[in-house]
């Protein structure tokens, strides 16, 4: 008569608490998340924080220095500096995320179906990986702007035309390790069919690194966004943006440095907050 | 007892870190091994026998700490050893043979110089005394072609001639005590039969005292004078091999031997032992009781000591007296 | 007589141009094996041997050639899912063999689902029987693998591959990862399932004692060819095969007569490097000029009687001991 295993170990019991739970535990992505949420809230509330308009002008009060009404200053043509800070953010932080989207899941894509197919698919697609991979990055995203003309629609396409390659090659890796596992190789045996495998199987189980990717990709992507922006290839003035604000800031820089060094703070204190919230996960995802 | 035991460890208790705070995982270990003996230590996964190996040489993982007890080598107490004494030993005076050759070895470092770099580190020679000695030592552990393998490295090599290497530098240092951990799991059983065979050999020759970690009954059975058996991180049996084999007197042991499949017994189906292993040591009581078909009441109100007449012992409130219908006892062979 | 579920014939896997001498590396050459419905057939042999591509070719996961026949069917090339489903495996790593995300539930409903094998509303209810058949507790379905044992998993295995409801179940070093006493567990659960659902088991291992405790039959490879094959009782009472004589001299054992140490030089062979003529000759201390010039066949050692399976080995000296005469026996 077999032997029923009728005991769960008790691991069983510590499990059945929510994932969330035990993601409250981690200090570091707990730290991040709440520095971001605070930047997140802080350019929601742009309205409530800072009641100037970003694009008003007043030529009688340039470069001023910071006040009780303009808490940090006014720039070189009167504009309320907290103000564009809070109004740049929105549009920097919306593209930064949003831009990242396509590419991951372009990139992811690509990565699944050349590691999994492996043959002439895996060829083709890695040949061009490395075409894309042989530019520095900032040459690329900038001839692409460039050709296309500036504006926030070519920076996507920069953007997802150049960006998705890192996706590939972190997807791709972990689908050549994953596909060997015993669960992947059932399933195979099972007669289960390609699509099903790469969607319910593999997919779960290697995008956890990519998503970790993605984390500190929002942050390169915000500065490739601020230096477009620094170089007037990005979002067109008047429109408030922190890499605009540094490029009308920085001739200044010796004699009113509030408006050259905030906005490069701005992305640091965004940087640092998605950088722990990636370190986080990755000790999460760690733990299997 | 006439000698003192060259390794003689009391009471040890080890605690590894968990997810809240520290658990132990070895309890009031104690065991003896004379000079130029060898002694087994069995169980399954959990048991605490690679713990208790780790902890003689201070060598836990992050977190493990030995919270109680003695490790005695020759009259020192290890455990309170500061770290540089303890890597005079180590290599020294104890050399250690680990379950993976591939992963005890430098992948990017020939054989022959990581051989001759355990010499060096514990003869005070140059370079070029110790590499003679390294090669020495190759042909020691039989390894062919003694020249061209010392170039060679590690994934060059097949796992028993990997399993070789690391017995060579486990013996540069002419230690008096051998520690294994399962030195043949990771290999095919014709060259497990190669390196057991090549491992009593080197202890007759050089009477170097053998610690045997491992989870196979029959390999144990053969390779070591003594056994000690344990479970949930405490010695519940031990004694002589031959004695603890054939007539054991715990019921897990029974349970051990009956599980295991024996070439010898053709259609004879293993029989489990009822219920779950236990997981992590069990404060108070028998840690087996659960599973004991002779569990009573002070089974698990008290927990047993080791006890009994003469070197096999027990730690059992009721022991099994006569012999259990295992295995008969086999005439010493040529080891 | 009993029905014939697996008929194999000149299986063989060569992968192109691998080995360090650019030359392909026949991982498995001309292996022909049967099971019976209700069978335990044993496949030992060590590193190199072929044991397992074996294993993964005989359920897809290898291209091979040669004649794979499930109960009457032969498989093509691409199976069919039906036919896929009638072959499965169960593998060494049971850490591995489970989808870390999926709940058991979902494991195992998936199966059923994907196969038709119940109507919608039937399928919850038949992964409970399956949890069940398999010993594990109606709790465990909710569980991910992330809080099961190693045997626990190794049982959730099982009943994925029994919910395909296949003929042959391939079990590849099944319990090599578990401890002894849960390895005596895992086998009497196969033993059960085998006989309750009618099944024929291929257990591949190289733990001779499992062999001999479980298999009604035993092939033992060497080099990706069987070199002997027979009933259990009788390969191990009567080895023919020089290789298997050594490979059975090598098991330690409890209780035994002392054994010859060492009973086998050298190392097992890379499968990139096949010498000419038998493939054991090098390092058979029997070998003779002619087992270096050509290659056994397997070769029966008389006709079997009363049914039984006959006992065959291939050597050229099995049945009539060298000596005689040197060059062709």
Redesign the interface.
Known sequence: MSVPDTTLTPLVAQERRLPGVRWMRNKTLMAGSALLLLIVLAVLLAPVLAPHDPNQQNLFDVLAPPTAAHPLGTDDLGRDVWARLLYGGRIDLAIGVSAVIAPFILGSALGLLAGYLGGWVDAVIMRVLEVVVAFPFYVLIIAVVFALGAGVGSIFIAITAVGWVSYCRIVRGEVLVAKRLGYVEAARAAGLSTPRILVRHLTPNVLTQALIYAMSDIVLTILAVVTLGFLGLGVQPPTAEWGAMLQSGYQYLATDPILGTVPGVAVVITGLSLSLIGDGLAAEFGKT | MSTPALLHIEGLSVAMPGPRGRVPVVDGVSLDLPEGRSLGVVGESGSGKTTTLRAILGLLPPGGRATAGRVEFDGEDLLRAGERRLRQVRGGQIGVIWQDPQAALDPVMRVGDQIAEAVHAHALSNWSVSRRRAKELMRLVELPDVDRTFRTFPHQLSGGQRQRVVIASAIAGNPRLLLADEPTTALDVTVQDQVLSLIGRLRADLHVALLLVSHDLAVVGEACDDVAVMYAGRVIERGPAASVFSAPRHYYTVGLLAAAPQVDRPGVRPSSIPGTPAVGVVRRGCAFAPRCPAASEDCVAATPQLGGEGAHQVACHHPLRIAAPAVRTRARGND | MTELLLDVRGLAVVYPVRGRDRRPVRAVSDVSLSLQRGETVGLVG??GCGKTTLA?AL???ERSTGVIRLGGTTLAAR???????RI??I?Q?PY??????LSVRS?LE??IR??RLRPGREIPRRARELVDLV???P??LE??P????G??RQ?V?IA??LA?QPDVLVADEPTTSL???????I???F??VRDQLGLALLLIT?????V???CDRVAVMYLGRIVEAAP??TL?ADPRHPYTR??????????????E?????G??PDPSRVPDGCPFHPRCPEATAYCAAASPELSAGQLASNGAAPHLAACHYAWAPPGAEEGAP
């Open positions: 060590e590193s993964r359920v897809g996961l199976r069919t899912r039906d036919q896929a489903r499965q495996i593998f790593d591995a063999s489970l989808n870390p995300r494991t998936e199966m994907v196969h010993g594990l507790p709790a465990s569980a991910r992330g809080s099961l044992s045997g626990q049982r295995a994925r591959a395909l401890d002894v006493s849960v390895q005596a567990v086998l009497e659960l033993a059960r190289h733990n001779l004692g499992v001999s405790a479980v259990t009782s191990l050594r490979l059975l001299a090598a098991v330690p054992r409890l209780g035994a007569a002392a054994r140490r060492a009973a086998l030089q190392d097992p």
